[in-house]
């Protein structure tokens, strides 16, 4: 524990850590110090001058190092006749400190006045109206009249794009560098700079496009003003006209919380989502939400939405049907085939849903299988991060190794934290076959080539070298594995490798230990959970099928399997998908954002969240559809509500068992300390009060793992060229693709070459190029990067070209 | 006893003496709808929105009205100006701008609540209607004729020509 200081703020005693800002201490005891431009989580710069105080220090006798005291005996405090910012000095022993007394109050209003004399004062028309906290400070301490003339004011750039997500008003402007500090010191993307001085002080960004940063959103929360505001929020709604919802990102496998606010859409009639914003969760997300997550959310209120039953007709047409006769027919036709059932669920589902399938395909003896490339869901339920880990918490001390993953792209928010860490002293080791972006903060960079991670693993743990000798001898070691370059059997034996490397070097069963796997969905450890599996050859578990209920993945679209016909085929989707389009039946599902139900992330934290829109046309969840089904079939299982399923869950399912809806809404106290009423402090990101989620031990924790063992695979691969997915955060997935404003910033149809090998091909950017893949022939743009491999083509998934691991590929130039 | 009773037809007399002399004034009541009078200058009845002179929409979208509403009848969604297609000489408009007039109690909070003066309680009375629907006054409904002086909404104009999110004219060019 570090060293405690006692000091007094407005005559209140304070203790607090050595270290700690007169800001931060004054806040822990109750007492707000207006700010703008100090943030909790940036460093303090005492650029706006709001934050001044009267401190008085004690004084020491200079011949003798005593203290000098009173008459009474108390310490003689001398003031030094000058305000100083209280977000820049540090507490000290016996400082008495005013924060409110008129000295101090007549430097707040003349310096209020000061910032209002350049603000242009159209909180009217301001998104910002309503949450900002200039606007909140001036109803606090303004003085209601400026002594500086209205016709003086000058006049800047409104509504200015800074990049394709936000919009700039140089004249709401004050200059706090809250925007710019974020990017260098959080997001790592220092894109933002101040440019001109004084009065015209302005914020610029040198990336092209502008402000390239995957964090733009956030600066918006930032931002004490109405300078910075979405785009995609713009002129919307106004603060106070929206409900709030707690609910989770369901774009990657982190888990942000997030509230979504809502409010009526005169177009149609209907609740809509207006903007997504940042929920307190200091142990996933912290403040912050990457712009996928903050500006993908217009798929739940698409035009494309199914919302009737689809059954095929005689003629071979899907038409609307009732949910009667959709069920009769479902019913009907797993009564009279009871055999050969197959339900392929994708990792989106909730875990009610997949509690309710798996219940349901269980009682037709039917085979599960998950939608997924990546394996390893039973390694992290074993080996998993474990109970009450933050890496928040986590600096010196601690080794973190990323393997075969490309984090800022798949799981943005946990590149933000790592990075943080390793910013904080933990050992970063990155070993991925190509340079990515999270190994500037990385202190072993491990090279290697495809098809070669799990010997990089095996190499860490038996040969001798820096990387390994750091991560053995760690207090702490957590592994996150991803998919890049494997398959489902190369991921297996990777997952394996990971495992046994924490299991020898003793980093499991421990808190701030563990195995994280980087799933490609929201839930995909539920899934696992839950029973579902992914399967080694999924084409041909598919094609052996004589009924499948698909729900939530499109295999035909994916190009897992060209066609599913001669089957009886039930989908439960958002949206007509390639699948969905040859099923016999196709059922409206809810989307997350209209329903509710818990998320298990990557970190194995299971997280509620809650309807926030009305059912769009006659859709239900997938848990509901499952249990009617089963209904209809006599299947013993739970009719009712998703809390219900939960109770359920937590009653029969091993794991889960530890859970309780209580447990899952608890909200610990959180530091910074996040107030709709003191807004300036931490900016706009929502206070969190509907719980920060259960993190699920481990099995580790309750006895010792066995190392179990595994052959490495042959490369399945020869030499020449090769072609690799790797994933892109802006793909062109329709929940992504349905957002406007990510539309210039989605992946093209484009293959990513090495200039050597393009050179070597005559080719160069954007020529069209035909790319085999076996017996398969796709057509694409060429895009030329430094940073891929030579005789490595990269292929971001989702963008029409299927792969399922890395394969041979021919190019040749289209004339 | 009998004095009392003589003052009663006293009383009466007094009375009649009433009804004889209003028969030769002039009457208060008037022929409505033929003949209608004029409200007092303070009389808050339904509201319109306004229009400078060169035609542009006073309103800007900002729904305060909305919130300083207390019977919640007003419901505005804005929308941005562009030069080719101009309603306001602001930033926004209101692009949905429905009074939801059966909930309305004319307190005329919206009118003090408006920055630029677009909403005004004006002396129009007569609310009847026949459906409940028709009691939703749009903004086509609500709007002021456009002046002589001016041109329809929207308007193409000049770029830069409006460059403030809220304008600071009386009357603008």
């Known amino acids: 524990m570090s060293e405690k200081i006692t000091l007094t703020i407005d005559s209140q005693q304070v203790i607090t850590e050595k270290g700690t800002k007169v800001v931060d201490a004054a806040k822990s005891a109750g007492i707000d ?78 310096i209020l006045e000061f910032i209002l004399t350049s603000h242009p004062l159209d909180c009217p028309v301001c998104d910002k109206g309503g949450e900002c906290s200039l606007q909140e400070m001036t109803f606090e301490y303004g003085l209601g009249e400026s002594r500086f003339p209205l016709d003086e ?23 706090c560098g809250r925007c710019v500090r974020f990017q260098k010191e959080i997001a790592a993307d220092p894109v933002l700079e101040f440019y001109h001085r004084g009065r015209k002080t302005d914020i610029v960004s040198y990336s092209n496009p502008p402000f390239d940063s995957y964090w733009s959103g956030n600066t918006t929360d930032l931002c004490p ?37 809502t409010r009526l859409d005169p177009k149609t009639g209907r609740s809509k989502i207006q903007r997504v914003m940042p929920r307190q969760n200091e142990w996933v997300n912290e403040i912050w939400i990457c712009d996928k997550g903050r500006f993908a959310h217009n798929f739940t209120s698409s035009e494309e939405r199914l919302t009737k039953p689809l059954a095929r007709n005689p003629e071979g047409k899907l038409k609307p049907v009732t949910w009667q006769k959709a069920i009769k027919i479902a019913s009907e036709r797993l009564k009279s085939h009871p055999d050969g059932l ?82 904080r002293g933990a050992t970063l080791i990155v070993a991925n076959p190509r340079e990515t972006k999270l190994e500037k903060s990385a202190e072993y960079i491990l090279r290697y080539e495809y098809g070669e991670e799990t010997q990089t693993v095996l190499d860490l743990l038996e040969k001798e070298s820096e990387a390994s000798r750091v991560f053995k001898e760690a207090e702490n070691g957590i592994v996150l594995f991803g998919s890049e370059g494997m398959n489902f059997g190369s991921s297996q034996v990777l997952a394996q490798a990971c495992a046994n490397l924490l299991i020898k070097t003793n980093h499991v069963g421990k808190t701030n230990n563990g195995l994280m796997a980087v799933w490609p969905e929201v839930n995909t450890q ?57 099923a016999d039946l196709v059922l409206p599902v809810l989307a997350v954002t209209e329903k509710s139900g818990t998320f298990t992330s990557g970190e194995r934290r299971v997280q509620l969240f809650e309807m926030a829109l009305p059912a769009s046309g006659e859709c239900l969840a997938d848990h509901e559809i499952a249990a009617k089904l089963g209904q209809a079939l006599g299947i013993e299982m739970i009719q009712g509500s998703a809390e219900q399923v939960l109770e359920e869950i937590i009653k029969h399912q091993p794991g889960y068992a530890s859970l309780s809806l209580a447990a899952l809404g608890e909200v610990p106290e959180q530091q910074p300390f996040v107030a709709k009423e003191v807004l300036s402090y931490t900016g706009t990101v929502f206070r969190n009060t509907s719980g920060v989620g259960v993190q699920l031990p481990s099995a580790a924790e309750n006895g010792k793992m066995p190392l179990e063992k595994f052959t490495l695979p042959q490369k399945g691969f020869g030499d020449g060229t090769l072609a690799v997915p790797v994933t892109r955060l802006y793909d062109q997935g329709i929940m992504v693709r349905t957002s406007e404003i990510l539309s210039p910033r989605l992946i093209k149809n484009q293959l990513i070459l090495n200039p050597i090998d393009a050179e070597k091909e005559g080719l160069s950017a954007g020529i069209r190029v035909e790319i085999s893949l ?9 895009d030329i990067d430094q940073k891929v491999p030579v005789g490595v083509i990269l292929i971001p998934r989702s963008m029409g070209i299927p792969l399922d691991g890395p394969e041979n590929a021919v190019l040749k130039a289209v004339k | ?45 339904r509201h319109a929105l306004k229009r400078y002179d060169n035609g542009l929409e006073k309103c800007i979208g900002c729904a305060l009205c909305a919130a300083a509403c207390p019977s919640d009848a007003i419901f505005v969604e804005p929308a941005e100006n562009t ?91």
């Open chain 1, 33 to 110: 110090i207006s700010v703008f431009c100090y943030h909790p989580k940036l460093e303090p710069v005492g650029a706006c001058r709001i934050c001044l105080v009267e401190i008085g220090r004690t004084q020491r006798d200079r011949s003798t190092g005593e203290l000098v005291l009173e008459a009474d005996g108390t310490p003689q405090i001398s003031f030094s006749g000058n305000l100083e910012t209280a977000c820049t000095v540090p507490v000290a022993e016996g400082m008495v400190i005013h924060t409110a007394n008129e000295k101090v109050t007549k430097a707040r209003e003349d």
């Open chain 1, 153 to 175: 004011k000058i006049h800047l750039g409104k509504h200015l794009p800074l990049g394709d997500m936000i919009t700039l008003d140089q004249e709401r402007c004050i200059q």
């Open chain 1, 225 to 261: 003003v109405g300078a910075l505001t979405t785009r995609d929020f713009r002129f919307e709604a106004r603060i106070w006209e929206m409900n709030a919802s707690p609910s989770i990102c369901s774009h990657c496998t982190v888990g942000c919380n997030i509230t979504l606010n």
């Open chain 1, 342 to 423: 197959v339900t392929l669920a994708g990792g989106r589902l909730a875990n009610e849903d997949f509690y309710q399938l798996r219940t349901l395909t269980e009682g037709l003896s039917g085979k599960l299988i998950l939608d997924s490339s990546l394996a390893g869901g039973d390694l992290t339920a074993r080996v998993g991060l474990g109970q009450g880990s933050n890496i928040k918490d986590l600096g010196s001390g601690t080794a973190i190794l990323v393997i075969a993953c490309d984090l800022e792209e798949e799981a943005p928010l946990w590149w933000l934290r790592v990075r943080a860490a390793a910013e």
């Open chain 1, 526 to 582: 539920g899934a696992w959970d839950m029973g579902f599996k992914p399967d080694e050859n999924l084409p041909e578990a598919l094609k052996g099928a004589e009924t499948l209920i698909i729900a939530g993945a499109d295999p035909v679209g994916d190009g897992i399997i060209p066609d599913l016909k001669g089957k009886f085929l039930l989908v439960q989707e958002l949206f007509l998908t390639e699948t969905a389009a040859q």
């Open chain 1, 774 to 782: 076996g017996e398969r022939t796709y057509e694409a743009a060429v």
């Open chain 2, 1 to 45: 006893m009998k004095i009392p009773e003589l003052l009663k037809v006293n009383e009466i007399f007094r009375g009649l003496w009433i009804t004889f002399r209003s028969m030769f004034e002039k009457p208060v009541t008037i022929q409505y709808p033929e003949e209608k009078r004029p409200p007092k200058p303070r009389f808050k009845g």
């Open chain 2, 83 to 173: 030069d080719e297609e101009r309603y306001s000489p602001g930033e926004r408009y209101a692009a949905t701008y429905e009074i939801n007039l059966m909930r309305c109690i004319y307190c005329g909070f919206c009118a003090d609540a408006c920055p630029t003066e677009a909403i005004v309680l004006e002396h129009i009375y007569e609310l009847a209607y026949l459906d409940r629907r028709e009691a939703f006054f749009t903004k086509e409904k609500l709007l002021d004729p456009v002046p002589d002086s001016g041109r329809e909404t929207p308007q193409a104009v000049e770029p830069g020509l409006f460059n403030r999110s809220i304008p600071e004219m009386k009357d603008p060019v």
